[in-house]
């Protein structure tokens, strides 16, 4: 049985090793910062591979879960009926979220066939990306746009119906211009914008 002294000189001892290593340690032999360079693509994947997995996890384990059990539902006037935001209402607040941050990067949802007409391209090459998923799902359509003096980088990645809660609200919603989504069918997009520099 190790006893309280024995501790405490164990303890000292520690802290004596890892006080003179620190001082024999030269000092700032590491850049404060570091740069890492990485192709604007795999900058975009890394973004989306973190939006889809928290849409993914929201959607199944939160949503569809609880809507199941019956303890609460989703609904598009989430903050009226206090409910649960849409997974595609999560998406888009999450987004609106991170754009107030002024990180230079933002992300939302678009579609040829919006439910609410505010996510609909807003510049050609949005467009010309939804078109290109369509029959290219497995790949993102990427390109530079210009906003003013302001260039950036956008990825348009297909948003995939993987659920049956997306199909479902899709297909029945009184505003929805398209009402025969099956599993796996291009909904839209997702499209992550990075500012570049001049």
Not at 25 to 41: G, V
Not at 80 to 93: D, R, S, Y
Not at 145 to 155: F, I, M, P, Q
Not at 160 to 185: E, M, W, Y
Request: proline share 6%.
């Amino acid at each position: 049985m190790t006893s309280y002294k024995t501790m405490s000189l164990c303890s000292v001892a520690l802290g004596l090793a890892i006080g003179g290593a620190t001082a024999l340690w030269p000092a700032r032999t590491l850049p404060e910062t570091t740069a890492i360079n990485l192709p604007m693509d795999t900058v975009a994947d890394y973004i989306h591979a973190v939006i889809e997995a928290d849409r993914d996890l929201y959607t199944r384990d939160v949503v569809e879960r609880m809507q199941a059990k019956g303890v609460v539902v989703a609904s598009e006037n989430w903050e009226e009926m206090n409910t649960l935001p849409l997974p595609a209402q999560f998406l888009l607040e999450s987004g609106r979220h991170v754009g107030k941050k002024g990180l230079g990067f933002q992300y939302q949802l678009i579609s040829l066939w919006p439910i609410n007409k505010r996510n609909i391209p807003t510049n050609p090459l949005q467009s010309i990306g939804l078109g290109t998923i369509l029959t290219q799902p497995n790949r993102p359509y990427t390109g530079v746009t210009k906003v003013g003096n302001t260039r950036y980088y956008e990825a348009v990645y297909a948003d995939l119906a993987v659920t049956q809660a997306c199909i479902g609200c899709h297909n029945a919603h009184p505003d929805s211009p398209k009402r025969d989504f099956k599993i796996n069918d291009v909904m839209g997009a997702i499209v992550i914008s990075i500012q570049l520099g001049q």
